[in-house]
Antibody
Framework: EVQLVESGGGLVKPGGSLRLSCAAS????????MNWVRQAPGKGLEWVSS????????YHADSLKGRFTISRDNAKNSLYLQMNSLRVEDTAVYYC???????????????WGQGTLVTVSS | EIVLTQSPATLSLSPGERATLSCRAS??????LVWYQQKSGQAPRLLIY???NRATDIPARFSGSGSGTDFTLTISSLEPEDFAVYYC?????????FGGGTKVEIK
């Protein structure tokens, strides 16, 4: 069974940092493009970052302005999101997602974790 | 950045009725359009990719159509479990973007 389990969310003050993790199982992790998508409370979905199977390429939403970095460790079947200089508007549920082979360039997602809540507040 | 506009914002229908949801892109995305369903308190679920291809295990009552800038998600006969929020997403250009969502509610 495919599983994506996020962790690392919590309450952080503006300007602080957090590192989210996603533990993957049930599929050959090292062959899939992986991604982070977020959803602010009561709002819609927002793509955050993508990383190819061997970390050859990464993409980040322009709105993040270099504050977030996606990475992965294929030996540990894990995906990460390092978030720095956090702002109140970064408050959201962060989902780890998998891109199936039929989504070219990793641009759509067939498996989602349950999400981890990040709250940025003083 | 490609902007996706979904309409209507809310659709009030009864079980058994047909639902037609629209998604319009600010520029052509060819057929690179995806649909997701999200139920309250749950993660989204992939329904349709490449505008008209159903994802694994998605019932045949869900269908997608369109190309270029205008797309439609149709639910032929609403089941009780179909009342949810639906999002379109373009997979053509980075940054990947979503529409604002259409809520399908019980009338």
């Amino acid at each position: 069974e495919v599983q994506l389990v996020e962790s690392g969310g919590g309450l952080v003050k503006p300007g602080g940092s957090l590192r989210l993790s996603c533990a993957a199982s049930g599929f050959p992790f090292n062959t899939y493009t992986m991604n982070w998508v977020r959803q602010a409370p009561g709002k819609g979905l927002e793509w955050v970052s993508s990383i190819s199977s061997r970390s050859s390429y990464t993409y980040h939403a322009d709105s993040l302005k270099g504050r977030f970095t996606i990475s992965r460790d294929n030996a540990k079947n894990s995906l990460y999101l390092q978030m720095n200089s956090l702002r109140v508007e970064d408050t959201a549920v962060y989902y780890c997602t998998r891109a199936p082979p039929y989504c070219s360039g990793g641009s759509c997602w067939d498996r989602w974790g349950q999400g981890t809540l990040v709250t940025v507040s003083s | 950045e490609i902007v996706l506009t979904q309409s209507p914002a809310t659709l009030s229908l009864s079980p058994g009725e047909r639902a037609t949801l629209s998604c319009r892109a600010s520029q052509s995305v060819s057929n690179s359009l995806v649909w997701y369903q999200q139920k309250s308190g749950q993660a989204p679920r992939l329904l349709i990719y490449d505008a008209s291809n159903r994802a694994t295990d998605i019932p045949a009552r869900f269908s997608g159509s369109g190309s270029g800038t205008d797309f439609t998600l149709t639910i032929s006969s609403l089941e009780p479990e179909d009342f949810a929020v639906y999002y379109c997403q373009q997979s053509s250009n980075w940054p990947l973007t979503f529409g604002g969502g259409t809520k399908v509610e019980i009338k």
